[in-house]
């Protein structure tokens, strides 16, 4: 079970990024997906999630609006779109999977396989 994020970097406030979290050695249809993030010095924090059966999204209130998370079963990934980014949304963001039929959670103790990180940051 491996998860890979990518799409990070460097980017202007009011910028966009488009994070990619794709799977190797199993299908990503049986699990829900989570995207979190961990500032320096701070807890690491549940920013999306996208459920397993209908797609269902949840999502911190403050990206809420500015980020849409999304699967594609057929490329056996998972995309975090962020707009309208702001310098409180640096750090490295992660994503996670874990098994569950119903709505998905931003609980990160629900989450079993996780991928490793990749640095978003929001500066002038």
């Known amino acids: 079970v491996q998860l890979q994020a990518s799409g990070g970097g460097l980017v202007q406030p009011g910028g966009s990024l488009r994070l990619s979290c794709a799977a190797s050695?199993?299908?990503?249809?049986?699990?829900?997906i989570g995207w979190f993030r961990q500032a320096p010095g701070k807890e690491r924090e549940g920013v999306a999630c996208i459920s397993r059966s209908d797609g269902s999204t949840a999502y911190t209130s403050s990206v809420r609006g500015r980020f849409t998370i999304s699967r594609n079963n057929a490329k056996n990934a998972v995309y975090l779109q962020m707009n309208s980014l702001k310098p409180e949304d640096t750090a490295v963001y992660y994503c996670a999977i874990y098994s569950v039929i119903g709505l998905c959670e931003l609980d990160d103790n629900e989450y079993e396989y996780w991928g490793q990180g990749t640095q978003v940051t929001v500066s002038s």
């Open positions: 050695g199993f299908t990503l249809d049986y699990y829900a």
